[in-house]
């Protein structure tokens, strides 16, 4: 870990604009500034290196003077990465900003790598790993749900959970390895029923945090709703109309969709990524069958369905029979969990064309039915208010939610552990043994907040970030 370099980078987006910051932080950090920093009033020399304060000065190389700029000082350890730092606010011109980074380099500092400021915040204990993944995911929240998800482990909820539960584990250790101590006088110190009833509840928390992953992967990355249905039954149109904007190519040939088109916009804070996919029929031809294969994989990932019908071209039964169709293929190809967790949505379309008025039977095996007109855009809120209440985020910020893929891992790998603690004390497995499992389960823990962690695991975790963080 690379704590004793000074390090700097651009912090602000590549290109031109009106400002541009740039970062510094090390030990040299306060020894460079003074070489190439020089107040507007130089009776204030002597003072502007004084705990968060903001100065009005200029860069300059020796002679050269480079740009005017706002200097913002912090002295360790009350900055971002624990260490002296700076931050230079100078003109967004992309030439003033390499011009400064390279003086910066060419006084002591070296280049940062991706995450490095973060990784220097972690390692000086301003925070821990969740958190400092938290800080990538708020750089990369494209909807208000995502920015509350990053906020809430940010700001340490999360951790502290984590944390509160690897205490309670650790005092469950710690009976058990006094009694190891004491194995030869056959001592027990913890009593069984007890360490039973805590361990079933620390499972029962982890298998809470554990589930949540299933909402919080989707709300993170925006919820995937499929459209599907017939083809020429206006799928595309449906696509194009809750997009706003001509993303799927339309047509009156049937079929003309062949492969996946995705988008992605955000409703009422929340991101949803539509996926319009090849219609569903009977058909020989090669290319289709690749494209219906690629509708089920959709379906599969799906958290809401949107069956389209052409509610024009079909008699009540007959659309009655599609949805049944629909209904059993799901029940064919997926197990009951897996349909459990999606919302199925049959929108039938093209009413305006109707000469009647709408199907008088709801479907059954259904969650909602609406009628609409794609192409009149007749009649959209109402997916967008089923959307909304299917999203269910009103409890968000009180709630605990994962989010990310290795601390899912990291908390199934801990359930497993406790699993074996609970078989072991059932079937009297020697005490030794069940220390090993729950030192397991500490372990996984502990590596959500980087109690526990490895060089290869922190440098996979911050190579995600942008150099500048």
């Known amino acids: 870990m690379k704590n004793s370099a000074t390090i700097t980078a651009i912090s602000t987006s590549p290109g031109k604009g009106a400002i541009a910051v740039i970062r510094m932080s090390g030990p040299l950090t306060f020894t460079i500034i003074k070489k190439v920093y020089r107040p507007v009033i130089e009776s204030n020399n002597k003072y502007y290196l004084n705990l968060k304060t903001t100065h009005l000065g200029s860069i300059c190389d020796k002679e050269e003077w480079i740009d005017e700029v706002l200097i913002t000082l912090y002295k360790a350890p009350n900055s971002y990465t624990g260490d002296d730092m700076a931050e230079i606010s100078c003109h967004g011109s992309t030439y003033i900003q390499h011009r400064i980074l390279q003086v910066l380099i060419k006084y002591g500092a070296r280049p940062a790598e991706t995450g490095e400021f973060t990784l220097m915040a972690f390692i000086h204990g301003k925070m821990d790993l969740s958190q400092a993944e938290a800080v990538a995911d708020l750089i990369d929240a494209r909807s208000q749900t995502a920015h509350t998800l990053a906020k809430q482990q940010m700001r340490g909820g999360y951790s502290e959970k984590i944390k509160a539960l690897r205490k309670k584990m650790v005092s469950f250790a710690s009976l058990i390895e006094l009694e190891l101590d004491f194995s030869e006088e056959d001592v027990t ?274 190579s995600t970030f942008c150099i500048g963080k």
Not at 326 to 333: F, G, H, P, S, T
Not at 380 to 407: D, G
Not at 421 to 450: F, N, Q
């Open 189 to 462: 110190f913890a009593d069984r029923d007890q360490l039973k009833k805590l361990l079933a509840d620390l499972k029962n928390e982890i298998k809470a945090l554990h589930a949540s992953f299933s909402l919080g992967n989707v709300l993170k990355h925006g919820i995937p709703i499929a459209i599907v249905g017939s083809p020429n039954a206006g799928k595309s149109t449906l696509l194009n109309a809750l997009l706003n904007e001509e993303r799927a190519l339309v047509s009156d040939i049937p079929g003309t969709t062949r492969d996946t088109i995705e988008d992605t916009i955000v409703i009422n804070g929340t991101a949803y990524r539509f996926i319009d996919t090849a219609g569903l029929r009977e058909s020989e031809e090669k290319i289709e069958i690749m494209g219906m294969k690629r509708t089920w994989e959709k379906i599969d990932k799906a958290a809401v369905v949107l069956y389209v019908i052409d509610g024009n071209a079909h008699t009540e039964k007959q659309a009655t029979t599609m949805v049944n169709g629909l209904l059993k293929n799901l029940d064919a190809r997926f197990t009951k969990k897996q349909i459990d967790t999606k919302k199925i949505i049959v929108v039938v379309n093209k009413c305006d064309l109707k000469s009647g008025i709408p199907y008088q039977r709801a479907f059954k095996g259904v969650d909602h039915t609406v009628y609409i007109s794609a192409k009149e855009q007749q009649h959209l809120e109402k997916i967008i208010e089923i959307l909304s209440q299917t999203a269910a985020i009103q409890r968000l910020e009180e709630e605990l939610v994962v989010t990310n893929t290795r601390h899912f891992y990291a908390l199934e790998r801990s359930l497993e552990a406790i699993r074996e603690i609970e078989k072991g004390l059932s079937s009297s497995i020697p005490t030794d043994l069940v220390a090993v499992d729950i030192r397991t389960a500490m372990h996984y823990l502990g590596e959500i907040t980087g109690e526990i962690s490895s060089q290869e695991v922190l440098e996979s975790i911050f």
